[in-house]
Every structure is written in structure tokens, then in C-alpha cells.
């Protein structure tokens, strides 16, 4: 039998990431192939860190996007700024707080948890003590936006707390860059990464970055070499910047950069307070309908996640069965609950190009029918 070309149906895509694309961004992905050495895509690179600069509101000089999903991100930052025998404090309030603590520990580093509850926002009391208790810690690590449960931590006061007691933060703004408010410069916060999947509304498999002067201090000072050779930062460096010298490091995903360059130029245009108050717009909505529905919100309104809705279904819905229904009869997909939310609640996203009232309208309609019939 010969196998035909894959030919996916449009989804609407309102779950956790990746979310859904718009068709200037596909567009740009289409674009042809030049080489990644070639003068004009190295241009593209130049303006793709300035673009991603205004996005995490920084001006460090070390602002580009690793060749791998956000998950290579977040290895990047701790491979390169842990060393064996360094204390890492790990807030852990969900999936990927947890993933954090993994890296440190595979690392030879030793981790110090701060565990809070799973929908709540990591605690800066907490975190305090922590810091009291550990004056020897160099780095506190924490999630800004936990996609797994839909809570908002403030990375302002941690990034506070940190420079105080004179620590490094590694801060995964995954789903929070360009969703919600983020200012990596004025919250100070030393090494940064997250995800083209999610707000930002573009292809899978890329992970904007970005080191402050300090988390390069800190990386230059090591005293053991970075076990990664891939996400070793340092040579990175070389391949996306440097005047007119570039030297080869790896192939850059030259296309998937297109889409990238495109969707930031979108939020560029858009302005990116503007599109925070657009994804606060869209979840407001998308409350009151689903409140209207009888879902209840995982999280408190205090630390909500405009982006990602974490909601407990009501009772007696065959959860699985209506996500089913959903994606097939409507072509519409939610997210699942994770981890010690599984079977329990779903996570609706309103993520980047997915937060607009088309989408919002669509999903409490298809709901709707859905739970009523
Ligand atoms: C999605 C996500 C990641 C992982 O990103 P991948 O691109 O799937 O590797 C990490 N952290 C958070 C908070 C996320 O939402």
C-alpha cells in the first residue's frame, strides 16, 4: 500500500499548547529555504532577538530562541547555570516545577523544595524562609505561569526576593510570555526561557531564551565544563551573534525562524500590553460563560491564568466523552487535566492567536450543546 500525504483537519486549538496558528504565521513557514549561513537570513536572526527583546522586555545582549521546545529551554538554563554541588531552591506548585527539580538533581546539583499546592501561586513567604534557611543557595528556580494548573505566580516579588538575598533566578515563562504581564528587566530576572507554542501562537519546537548580564557572569565563572555541548550557551553565542562572523554551530531550523520572526512581529504590531489586556478580555468572557454552564475555576481569582483555564467540569459529565465529542463533532480541542487534576478538571486555553471572541464564542456554544443534550 502506498502511503498518501497527511492532510490534518483545521482544529480550533484550546488547550495547553500548541495553540492555534495564524495563517500569516503558516504563511511565513513556507517561505523558501535559504541557507543559515546565508547574509539575509543572518539579518532575519538579528531582528528575530531584537523582536524577541521587546516580547520578554529586556535589553540583554543574550536574547535568542534554542533550536528545540521549551523543554530544551529549560535544560539550557540549568545546564549552564547549575554546577555539581550547587543548592538550588525549586518552587514546585505543578507539573513543571517538578521537571525543574529533575534537571537540578541530574545535574549533581542538590535542590531545596518549596512545595505549594497544586492550583496555588508559588508562595513568596515560603520561598523567603527558604532563602533564610539556605544562605549558601545560588539560585532560586520557579514557574511564572504553571500551565499544568492555571496559576500565576508573581515573578516580580520573587525576582525582588532573589536579588536581595543575592541569588540567580532561573524564572520558565513557557506560557506566560506575551500572555501576560512580564518585564524581565525591570523584575530582574537572570535566566529566562519559554516556548513558541504558546502565546506567542507559533510552530512547536522552538524556545526563546534569554541570560542577564549576571546569569552570564555566573556561566563564565564555572568551574566544571557544561555537560551539554548542545545547549552549552557559550557556543551558541557564536552562531547568533558576532559581525558579519558567524560560525556554524548547528543547522538552524531556518523555516520554523520565519514563523517565529512573523509571530512576533504580529505581537510587535499589536503592541504587547495590548495583547495581555486582550487575553484578560477574552478569559473574562469565557468565565462568565462557563460559569454559567456550572464550571467551577481551579484557581482563585487573585492568581488566575488568563491564558489557561484550569475547570472542574460539572458533575456527572463523562469528561473524556465530551472531549471526544468535542474534537470530533466540532473539531475543537480542550486540554485534559494533568497530574492530580486528571479526571478531575480540563485546562481551556486562550493562548496567543486562540484568544479572540471567535474562539471563545465557539467553545461556550459547542459546550453548550454539548452538556445539554
Ligand atoms: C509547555 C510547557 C513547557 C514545555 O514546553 P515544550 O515545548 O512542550 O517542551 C515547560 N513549561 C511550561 C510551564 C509549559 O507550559
Not at 83 to 95: A, F, S
Not at 206 to 230: D, G, Y
Not at 237 to 248: F, H, M
Not at 300 to 326: I, M, W
Request: hydrophobic content about 40%.
Amino acid at each position: 500500500m502506498t502511503i498518501q500525504s497527511f492532510i490534518p483537519p483545521r482544529r480550533i486549538l484550546m488547550g495547553p499548547g500548541p495553540s492555534d496558528i495564524s495563517p500569516q504565521v503558516l504563511q511565513a513557514l513556507s517561505r523558501p529555504t535559504v541557507g543559515h549561513l546565508d547574509p539575509l537570513f543572518i539579518s532575519m536572526m538579528d531582528e528575530l532577538k531584537q523582536l524577541l527583546k521587546y516580547a520578554f522586555q529586556t535589553k540583554n545582549e543574550f536574547t535568542i530562541a534554542v533550536s528545540a521546545p521549551g523543554s530544551a529551554g529549560m535544560e539550557a538554563c540549568f545546564v549552564n547555570l547549575v554546577e555539581p554541588g550547587d543548592k538550588v531552591i525549586v518552587c514546585r506548585n505543578g507539573v513543571f516545577g517538578e521537571r525543574m527539580r529533575e534537571n537540578v538533581v541530574r545535574i549533581g546539583g542538590e535542590a531545596i523544595i518549596v512545595d505549594d499546592e497544586w492550583g496555588a501561586p508559588v508562595s513568596t513567604d515560603k520561598v523567603e524562609q527558604a532563602l533564610k534557611d539556605n544562605p549558601d543557595c545560588k539560585i532560586l528556580a520557579f514557574v511564572h505561569a504553571e500551565t499544568s494548573t492555571g496559576a500565576l505566580s508573581d515573578a516580580k516579588a520573587l525576582g525582588e526576593l532573589a536579588k536581595q538575598y543575592r541569588v540567580l533566578t532561573i524564572v520558565d515563562t513557557v506560557t506566560s510570555l506575551g500572555g501576560v504581564e512580564l518585564r524581565v528587566d525591570d523584575w530582574q530576572l537572570d535566566a529566562v526561557y519559554s516556548g513558541s507554542q504558546k502565546c506567542l501562537s507559533c510552530v512547536p519546537g522552538l524556545s526563546p531564551v534569554t541570560f542577564s548580564a549576571k546569569a552570564i557572569e555566573k556561566i563564565q565563572s564555572r568551574q566544571s565544563p557544561i555537560q551539554s555541548w548542545f545547549l552549552d550557551q557559550s557556543l551558541v553565542l557564536g552562531y547568533w551573534s558576532g559581525e558579519g562572523k558567524r560560525s556554524y554551530h548547528h543547522t538552524a531550523p531556518v523555516n520554523s525562524l520565519y514563523a517565529l520572526h512573523e509571530s512576533l512581529v504580529m505581537l510587535q504590531n499589536e503592541g504587547i500590553e495590548n495583547a495581555w489586556r486582550r487575553h484578560q478580555d477574552m478569559h473574562e468572557k469565557l468565565k462568565v460563560g462557563l460559569e454559567k454552564l456550572g464550571f467551577k475555576f481551579v484557581v482563585e481569582e487573585s492568581s488566575r491564568l488568563p491564558q489557561l483555564n484550569a475547570v472542574y467540569f460539572p458533575e456527572g459529565v463523562d469528561e473524556a466523552k465530551v472531549r471526544a465529542h468535542l474534537l470530533n463533532t466540532y473539531n475543537l480541542e480542550v486540554g485534559a487535566g494533568l497530574g492530580s487534576l486528571a479526571g478531575k478538571a480540563w485546562r481551556i486555553g486562550l493562548m496567543g492567536y486562540g484568544a479572540r471572541p471567535e474562539n471563545v464564542s465557539l467553545c461556550l456554544k459547542a459546550l453548550e450543546e454539548t452538556l445539554t443534550n
